[in-house]
């Protein structure tokens, strides 16, 4: 599926589902894409403005997609994989499903990274070990190369590391693996091997040169490149040169950041983790969105 609006939304929590209210309002072509937030459960909650009554995650964000639906914003749960700019200023995310092309992009997807249990990891990020094929695949060009992660995030990123090197392996840590059908036939008609053992140790001088797995064998790999679980807000901030503070996005009052086109709120923004201020960083971020469309309709 092949689809270009105004603006993206990546998340359906209280930040991404309060912006598309604002940006559907306002007649922009409005799609938020991601599935239930951790929110979205049987959690308790009882400090949020004008609910005398306790009332659950689940329902608060029921609430918020129906309202967003109400005033024209598309929801898919669709998880996206990854993000380019274009050259053009355009933003085109890549999902499991197919492309989206957007205007402006605004990011509320929390806050997660998913990182394996292998020791001397740290020890080799920035020496073989990487979070992002499109910022280190040139370095691995023609080299053997790993990626670790057992989903279609994973899958996504061992597929896009072929335009660097035909030397792909997937590892899954010890998970089942469990992307999808078309990514599965994908890899398999690229050659790419999946592999179930677990990484127990990381190996090399200066560089990362072998890795060592639980049945005690050794592979040369001269990247390692971990995707495992979804793609996250840092996974988005590798790709698009976002800038980060640890794990979490840095943006201005209007809640944009160093990309013109790009907006985050909410946790990803890693302030005061809390429903009602990710609800009012969603609005303004909606609002500097609108604004930033807006002001490239008037360009020649």
Do not use: W
Request: aromatic share 8%; charged share 20%; proline share 3%.
């Amino acid at each position: 599926m092949d689809q270009h609006v105004d603006i993206l939304i990546i998340g359906q929590g209280p930040a991404g589902l309060s912006a598309a209210i604002y940006t559907a309002r306002a007649g922009m072509n409005t799609l938020i894409l991601g599935c239930a937030p951790k929110v979205a459960g049987d959690y308790a909650i009882d400090n949020y403005f004008g609910f005398t009554e306790t009332i659950s995650g689940r329902e608060l964000i029921d609430r918020g997609r129906i309202q967003a639906a109400k005033f024209g914003a598309e929801i898919r749960c669709e998880r996206v994989l990854t993000i380019h700019a274009l050259e053009n200023g355009r933003f085109e995310a890549v999902t499991e499903a197919g492309k989206v092309c957007a205007e402006a992009v605004i990011l509320a997807t929390g806050v997660s990274r998913v990182r394996p249990n292998i020791p001397d990891l740290a020890q080799f990020e920035g020496k073989g070990v990487s979070y992002c094929v499109s910022c280190d695949g040139f370095f691995v060009r023609g080299k053997p190369v790993l990626v670790v992660g057992e989903g279609n995030f994973a899958a996504n990123q061992a597929l896009e590391l072929l335009q660097y090197t035909p030397h792909v392996t997937l590892c899954t840590q010890g998970k089942e693996a469990s992307m999808n059908p078309d990514f599965r036939h994908r890899l398999e008609k690229a050659g790419i091997a999946i592999i179930t053992r677990t990484i127990q140790a990381l190996e090399g001088e200066k560089f990362l040169e072998r890795a060592r797995l639980d049945d005690g064998t050794t592979l040369e790999v001269a990247g390692l490149f971990v995707a495992l679980g979804e793609a996250s807000s840092s996974d988005f901030a590798y790709t698009l040169g976002l800038a980060r503070n640890g794990v979490f996005l840095e943006a201005d009052c209007e809640q944009r950041t160093n990309v013109p086109g790009v907006f985050a709120a909410g946790d990803c923004v890693g302030r005061f983790l809390q429903i009602s201020v990710a609800v009012g960083e969603g609005a303004i971020a909606a609002r500097s969105a609108i604004d930033y469309v807006k002001n490239r309709r008037k360009q020649p």
